[in-house]
């Protein structure tokens, strides 16, 4: 399977991170890749304005773009969003929504756990999704649920055999060593290919903004990293084989316990 990790840096404005994730899935296709990977927020940016009036259903503007997109593309893409949940107090809340589509079938996956950390309250504006996803040997993970490693372990016992985790990691001290060990841990844990794809970092960053911090990676089912992108906005291409965790799975019997 030949993946392409799109590390972008979105805007505030949808229709504009649209055209540009298109033309970057254009350019993945092209070189071959068949599963496309963008990041958390690659609707619209955190800090860029109200979440819930960007939201859509799954069928909406967005969606059904990325949809035809990767139906005319002959490819599987992922990519990070946000749809309507309810009301909670004075906020309308969002799920933040992970679409999987391959141009003929969609589905969702909702962040379970919302980023109600280091003085920080997600849930306030964003609700947690309830249940786990996977689609054949894909499982399904975004940005803070890279803290839980028992969600990891579910997926692969669910059959999932290389987990992708959509993330806008924040900026902060000793941010990039949590996000590089983080996503390391899990791939063991779960003896799965881990791809890790998070937005770009911005030109000035600042401490805790929730934009990125680039670094997307690939990681074996060993906890080996095998490739990593820098800071900036690029495509990272590269194939897997499955079979590699059937064999690490044997060796490392870890999800039998």
């Known amino acids: 399977m030949k993946i392409a990790l799109i590390q972008m840096l979105s805007t505030g404005d949808k229709l504009e991170n649209l055209a540009r994730m298109e033309e970057k899935a254009r350019e993945a296709a ?130 999932a055999k290389l987990i992708v985790v959509s993330a806008s990691w924040a900026n902060g001290d000793d941010k990039l060593r949590q996000w590089r060990l983080l996503t390391n841990a899990r791939a063991l844990d779960s003896t799965s290919y881990v791809v890790a794809v998070g937005q770009a970092q911005p030109e000035n960053p600042k401490e805790g903004d929730p934009t990125g911090i680039g670094h997307s990676a690939l990681i074996s089912p060993t906890g080996k990293r095998l490739v990593e992108a820098g800071f900036d906005e690029e495509i990272v291409l590269v194939e897997v084989e499955l079979d590699d965790v059937d064999k690490a799975r044997a060796a490392l019997p870890v999800l039998q316990a």
């Open 30 to 159: 092209g070189q071959g890749a068949e599963l496309l990977v963008f990041p958390e927020a690659a609707m619209k940016a955190f800090q860029s304005g109200r979440l819930d009036e960007a939201a859509e259903p799954l069928d909406g503007q967005f969606g059904s773009a990325l949809t035809e997109l990767a139906k005319q593309l002959g490819v599987t893409i992922v990519a990070g969003m946000f749809t309507p949940a309810d009301k909670q107090g004075k906020f309308n809340r969002v799920y933040n929504t992970m679409i999987i589509t391959n141009g003929a079938e969609t589905k969702r996956y909702d962040k379970l756990h919302t980023f109600d950390a280091f003085g920080y309250r997600e849930s306030d504006t964003v609700a947690p999704g309830t249940e786990l996803v996977t689609w054949g040997d894909l499982g399904f993970a975004t940005c803070y649920d890279i803290r839980f490693p028992e969600q990891f372990k579910a997926l692969a016992r669910r059959g």
